[in-house]
């Protein structure tokens, strides 16, 4: 029997929970005044376990936090199989943290830890929703900025309630808001005819009707230019297929960007439009003339921003002139494309804080990055 005020966490059982589960930020931050909830069938398709791709090669268990009867926090553990395989502790994590009453985050925190600890997990890292591909870190500065597709939302109380309960700082993740104008592309400084210096540049856009082929480079350059990087995990044929299968609606070749050399793959980058410029004013879970005035939207392709959600040059250039130029090339054609997309502002995300090379290139664009999400971490002894 449970006294009042006490705070119980308890795994979800059900479908009911599960829907509880997954609607519960919006539930909980919809008073926020900066907070704009995402659709709940949106995050059904991340969470769900017969949605989700990450559940082809990850396993997870969820959580609750209820006082008086009432649910006030989530979490998720969970372990991908494919994090196993790299060397170092066994290492699970933890996701989908979201709370106001910090009392409950660590009672969610230790659940996590006691469910990862029990199936032979020796590190705790996170939040990520739910692999190294989803929504990723807790936010620590940004909350009045405008929400962008992919990027959880949190109360500023919420990271130092990570800390309090023990765990420490592992990486900062960096987000900045790129203009589409001529400005933005005389402070990037890609000479006029340098694809003709260097000779068997060429750059092209998604191909519609060789869509699981374009899938495949996607996802071959992304694997291996970020092989080795810190809390790095590949993406898989099926996660990338289904990304690109979600975003067909919307996705225009443009979007895609890839760079060859002499006709060979070398450099990718993959742009999705913010789906909050759209729903802003339909909520989470639509009425049925919400969901007209949204697909009238999609339709219209009436998005003002983008983000870039993948983006990687090949291993093999390491140490060449290429290597320096392509990523700054890259970038080059993102603000051309915006010329003939409607995006006003593309957003660089996800980025180290001790990425250096890719920091210096964005910020002389954008000199201060206009989010960051933080990592956390923790040894179970």
């Known amino acids: ?12 059982s059900g479908a009911r929970q599960l829907s509880l589960f997954i609607k519960l930020p919006r539930l909980l931050y919809n008073d926020q005044p900066s907070y704009v909830p ?20 990850g396993t997870a268990c969820y959580f609750l936090a209820w006082r008086d009867g009432k649910p006030i926090g989530r979490i998720s553990a969970q372990i991908d199989t494919l994090a196993l395989e790299q060397p170092g502790p066994r290492t ?26 029990a199936q032979g997990i020796e590190r705790i890292r996170g939040p990520w929703t739910l692999n190294y591909h989803g929504e990723s870190g807790t936010m620590i500065e940004g909350q009045m900025e405008p929400p962008m597709i992919g990027t959880g939302w949190h109360p500023a109380t919420l990271g130092p309630a990570i800390e309090q309960a023990g765990f420490s700082k592992a990486m900062d993740l960096l987000s900045y808001r790129m203009e589409t104008s001529p400005a933005a592309e005389q402070a990037n400084r890609i000479p006029a005819n340098l694809r003709q210096r260097l000779g ?20 071959s350059i992304y694997n291996d230019a970020w092989e080795g990087t810190w809390g790095n995990v590949p993406i898989t044929e ?12 919307v996705l225009r070749p443009e979007q895609y960007v890839l760079v060859e050399f002499k006709g060979e793959p070398v450099a990718i980058a993959l742009v999705i439009p913010n789906i909050f410029d759209l729903n802003g004013d339909v909520g989470g879970a639509p009425s049925p003339l919400g969901w007209v005035k949204l697909a009238s939207r999609l339709i219209a392709h009436d998005f003002y921003s983008a983000r870039v959600i993948l983006l990687g040059v090949k291993k093999k250039l390491a140490g060449t002139a290429l290597s320096a130029i392509i990523p700054g090339l890259l970038i080059d054609e993102l603000m051309k494309r915006g010329r003939d997309l409607p995006y006003r502002t593309i957003e660089l995300g996800w980025v180290l804080e001790t990425n250096m090379p890719i920091r210096n290139l964005i910020e002389r664009i954008v000199p201060v990055p206009y989010k960051r999400h933080r990592m956390y971490e923790k040894l179970l002894s």
């Open 92 to 117: 699970g994590f933890f996701g989908a943290l979201d709370a106001l009453d910090t009392d409950c985050v660590k009672p969610l925190l230790d659940a996590a830890t006691s469910w990862l600890k």
């Open 1 to 12: 029997m449970t006294t009042p005020n006490q705070i119980v966490v308890s795994a979800v």
């Open 238 to 249: 099926i996660e990338i297929r289904s990304l690109l299968k979600a975003l067909k609606p």
């Open 200 to 219: 068997g540049i060429t750059v092209r856009g998604l191909r519609k009707d060789h869509i699981d082929e374009d899938a495949d480079i996607l996802r």
């Open 38 to 57: 995402p659709l709940d069938m949106e995050q059904r398709d991340m969470l769900h376990p017969r949605r989700s791709p990450f559940f082809s090669h």
